[in-house]
Nanobody, 114 residues
């Protein structure tokens, strides 16, 4: 059974940066396209960024140019570098296989103060 553990969230001022990590156990991530998702209060979970098994990346329009997804297959971990954070980025952030088909982790809270 795959387990995903997200970390790196916190409280940051608008314009600041955070780097999120997602470590996996029970599955080798190198063969999978992975995604980052977020869920703000009262809203549905949404796609934020994706990183393919070969390292290619895609982004939601709302974060393009500010967020960067990456991966370290040796550490079985994916990352999300978030720069120029805005209040509207406040949410719980999750990683998952790109289709969102694995069990969800607990997520990591990102709060951006304006």
């Amino acid at each position: 059974q795959v387990q995903l553990v997200e970390s790196g969230g916190g409280l940051v001022q608008a314009g600041g940066s955070l780097r999120l990590s997602c470590a996996a156990s029970g599955r080798t991530l190198s063969s999978y396209n992975m995604g980052w998702f977020r869920q703000a209060p009262g809203k549905e979970r949404e796609f934020v960024a994706g990183i393919s098994w070969s390292g290619g990346s895609t982004y939601a329009d709302s974060v393009k140019g500010r967020f960067t997804a990456s991966r370290d297959n040796a550490k079985n971990t994916v990352y999300l570098q978030m720069n120029s954070l805005k209040a509207e980025d406040t949410a719980v952030y999750y990683c998952n296989q790109a289709g969102g088909t694995w069990p969800w982790g607990q997520g990591t809270q990102v709060t951006v103060s304006s």
